[in-house]
């Protein structure tokens, strides 16, 4: 990991950002959401995955010599990953415009559907989901605004943060607390196979391949 401005898709992400609840993290990763309609790809997000690498590694040793093209299609790697106790934390910057109840609902939906395939959706699920749906009804994205979301190493929650154009003056968040529900969060964007963002995945894979493969500095 460098110590220069990633740009991705034309969207500068800082080489490392700190979070209350942490040391500074550094980007480790980073890819786009998209979707191709008619030959035509259109783009909706960009995202900067952040860790603290010393916590993580020692949860993911046992895939130490694996290429980032065999981690990529590992589910058990990426759920050793979510599963790490260790800061991790989200920059999504929106390219296009997007209501802020249509993300809500995707989040929801996506969720929804792995918890209940788990048999893990019960009342206390519905009820944090409502809480995300709730947080983004009323606001529009517009280019450049900015969702955070913040994994704390200490606690099984997610603190989901949004910034409208990136203007600190407009940032508001809500903390999930239940666990079941910020684990699927992480899976929605750092899960493998199911990942919301196949260029994200092979972004992990191909940096955590590399960092498996560097020996350790010497005492």
């Not at 040391?23 to 980073?30: F, R, T």
């Given at each position: 990991m460098g110590t220069?401005?990633?740009m991705v898709d034309g969207i500068p992400f800082p080489p490392q950002i700190t979070t209350s609840s942490s040391?500074?993290?550094?980007?480790?990763?980073?890819g786009i959401t998209d979707i191709e309609i008619h030959f035509l790809q259109i783009k909706f997000t960009a995202i900067g995955v952040y860790i603290n690498l010393e916590d993580i590694l020692p949860h993911i040793k046992n895939w130490k010599g694996k290429t980032?093209?065999?981690?990529?299609?590992?589910?058990d790697f990426f759920d050793a990953l979510v599963t790490a106790r260790a800061d991790k934390f989200?920059?999504?910057v929106v390219i296009k415009e997007i209501k802020g109840s249509q993300y809500g609902v995707q989040v929801e939906s996506a969720i929804r559907d792995?918890?209940?395939e788990v048999d893990k959706y019960e009342e206390e699920e519905e009820a944090a989901l409502d809480q995300v749906v709730q947080f983004f009804q009323s606001k529009y994205f517009k280019k450049d605004s900015v969702i955070t979301i913040n994994f704390p190493a200490t606690a099984a929650i997610a603190e989901i943060g949004l910034s409208i154009e990136g203007k600190e003056d407009s940032f508001s968040k809500i903390k999930?607390?239940?666990e079941n529900v910020a684990e699927m969060l992480q899976k929605w964007y750092l899960g493998g196979s199911r990942g919301v963002s196949?260029?994200?995945i092979s972004s992990i894979a191909n940096s955590l391949s590399t960092h498996l493969c560097v020996p350790p500095p010497s005492p």
């Open positions: 220069e401005v990633v040391s500074p993290l550094s980007l480790l990763a980073h980032g093209d065999e981690l990529v299609q590992d589910d989200l920059r999504i792995r918890l209940a999930v607390e239940n196949p260029t994200t």
